[in-house]
């Protein structure tokens, strides 16, 4: 193991930084960034302690795309790092959620390979892995030549994501970054009443209903009601699951089972007796700004959300808000989500390209990177939905989003540990196809269109459909 503060002879001067940094054009427009990077571009150290060649495909050049978010801007200011470690040009290029899968999907299909990686959806592994369209990562992991096991720790990235990212036991992303479905409420308006954070389905609408006052504009609960694979459907299977609702039957889909009918009857009955009557079309930024605002006093989302919350420019709630875990539901399950954006390999690359995008992987997914794109990073946005264990554990992480209140990590990271349900949503080929029938069929029920089992007896037969097509 090399000295960390050994400087290495090729460790490039501030002008070829100011080059590299100038060669990623997404660096351009936000200084910020740079100036970023250049405090740590000499600082290359902790990444050199490794037993890996950094230098072993020098000269290639790789593309990764990834969603316009500030966990994402994070890592791409410290581009700069990676170039000079590495030698490996990166182009980045941002692509909206709506569009990203699809730009991915085409691409991996048409083998045209124009992005290495791209931020993934956990839910398009089992299609990519199907059509033999990106790489197992095992093979990575286990070449000691590529990956120093004991530096990279891959076992520390939480278990949840990982699994998330795995087929049949085996790894085809890596989670960069993630999420956890937490209780969210205003402790000032429950202290008031005496009520506690709900521990089950019931607690949460009885809570609802006893700080449900419209006419001052206060409503009692928020849960996603837009249509969208990861809107309402990222809301709804963990009521299914905590219903007791199974996704299969034998090796057949099953979405219109007694319990999935429950469970949407559920959802549609809390929605239309506690939640403003917008909510049926609102994401989690809606709920979140409506809920910094002082208008909801419970919502259920990503434990994300918080930065909205914790805003002192735009928020009114700040010091006033707490954090649970999801409610269990009546089989006694508390389901939360497994939701990360991870980076898979292109296997349609060269053989230097992959090791290329590897190195890139191993480097973003480090626990040096995420704790610069966290706690040490210099702007204001500290990400928190990092991925290993050892960060949510560590005292510096605890400071950078203890303005979120005691239980926030507490909240977040039992979820994690103890919640989360690799089978939260059907994790099949046809996910795509899927998950956009059961979010139309939701909605349809949730605006009042259609009756819970009239909307999930039609996306059965729809589904039947995609199964055989």
């Known amino acids: 193991m090399t000295d960390r503060t050994q400087r290495n002879p090729q460790q490039p001067d501030r002008r070829r930084a100011i080059q590299q940094a100038a060669s990623v054009g997404v660096l351009a427009a936000t200084p910020q960034w740079v100036t970023s990077a250049f405090a740590q571009v000499d600082d290359l150290a902790p990444y050199r302690s490794a037993k890996v060649n950094w230098k072993q495909v020098e000269g290639e ?27 490996v040009k990166v182009r980045a290029e941002k692509v909206p959620p709506g569009q990203i899968r699809q730009k991915a999907m085409l691409d991996l299909s048409s083998r045209t390979t124009t992005y290495a990686t791209h931020a993934a959806d956990p839910m398009y592994y089992p299609l990519y892995v199907a059509n033999k369209w990106v ?78 006052d419209p006419a001052n504009r206060v409503y009692g609960l928020a849960l996603r009601g837009f249509s969208g694979a990861g809107q309402n459907m990222y809301i709804y299977p963990s009521i299914f699951r905590g219903f007791g609702g199974e996704w299969f039957k034998g090796k057949d889909i099953v979405v219109n089972s007694p319990e999935a009918v429950n469970a949407l ?25 409506a809920f910094s605002q002082g208008t909801v006093a419970t919502y259920i989302d990503a434990h994300s959300s ?61 626990a040096e990177t995420q704790a610069r794109t966290s706690w040490k990073f210099a702007g204001p946005a500290k990400r928190s ?53 059961m979010a139309t069929a939701i909605q349809s029920a949730l605006v009042g269109q259609k009756k819970p089992k009239e909307a999930l007896d039609e996306a059965q037969a729809r589904i039947q459909q995609i199964l055989k097509a």
Not at 339 to 356: R, V, Y
């Open 61 to 87: 050049s790789i593309s990764v795309a990834v969603i316009p978010a500030s966990y994402f801007d994070n890592l791409l200011g410290l581009l700069p790092q990676f170039e000079a470690l590495t030698g």
């Open 135 to 212: 790489e197992p990562l095992d093979k990575y992991l286990n070449d000691a030549t590529l990956t120093d096991a004991a530096w990279y720790n891959y076992n520390d990235i939480l278990k949840a994501w990982r699994d998330a990212d795995s087929v049949d036991g085996k790894p085809y992303g890596i989670p960069y970054d993630g999420e956890v479905t937490v209780q969210v409420y205003r402790k000032d308006l429950y202290d008031a009443k005496g009520l506690h954070p709900a521990n089950t389905y019931d607690q949460l609408l009885s809570n609802a209903k006893a700080l449900h």
């Open 265 to 289: 009857n559920w959802y549609v009955n809390a929605l239309s007796a506690y939640a403003p009557p917008a909510v049926r079309n609102w994401n989690w930024p809606d709920i979140a700004d």
């Open 306 to 366: 918080a930065a909205v919350l914790m805003n002192p420019e735009k928020s009114k709630v700040i010091g006033k808000v707490g954090f649970a875990r999801w409610p269990r539901g009546p089989n006694g399950k508390r389901v939360t989500s497994i939701w990360n954006w991870g980076f898979p390999i292109n296997a349609a690359l060269t053989e230097k390209q992959k090791k290329a995008t590897w190195l890139f992987i191993q480097w973003a997914t480090s």
């Open 385 to 437: 939905g990092l991925n290993r264990l050892s960060a949510w554990k560590s005292a510096e992480f605890s400071q950078a989003v203890g303005a979120a209140g005691p239980n926030f990590i507490a909240a977040a990271l039992e979820s994690l540990e103890q919640d989360t349900d690799v089978e939260w949503r059907p994790r099949v080929p046809q996910w795509p196809a899927i998950g956009e029938t």
